[in-house]
Structure formats: C-alpha cells, structure tokens
C-alpha cells in the first residue's frame, strides 16, 4: 500500500483526512489523490509532522 505509514498514524491517531487536509490547508480530494502515489520524504515529513501537531492539538483540547 502507497504511503501505508501515513494511513496508519491516522488510523491510530482516529484523525480524519479531511482534519489532515484542512491542517494542510489543501482540499480533501488533494489529499486523497498526493496519497494515490508515494510521495517524497520531505513531502511525507511534512504530513507526519502535521499529523502530530493534530494529536497534540486533540490532547491539549481533551485535557
């Protein structure tokens, strides 16, 4: 599977796509069709790294 590490630490982290992209700032079908095909490590970098930044956001908001 393309980009598997990414699906996955959203699937663990239960963030949406749509959550990953408004966090982007890229519409939801841009996300979905970057993820069609494997993407650059900076590329890949950048979203692991936003995916963080939403887990620690939906932390700071539960506590």
């Not at 990414?6 to 993820?35: G, H, P, T």
């Not at 790294?49 to 956001?57: H, M, P, Q, R, S």
């Amino acid at each position: 599977m393309k980009n598997a590490e990414i699906k996955n630490k959203l699937k663990q982290a239960k963030i949406f796509q749509w959550q990953l992209a408004d966090k982007l700032i890229i519409s939801e079908m841009s996300l979905v069709r970057k993820l069609r095909y494997e993407l650059s490590e900076d590329e890949k970098q950048k979203i692991l790294t936003a995916i963080d930044e939403l887990v620690a956001e939906n932390h700071n908001n539960n506590v």
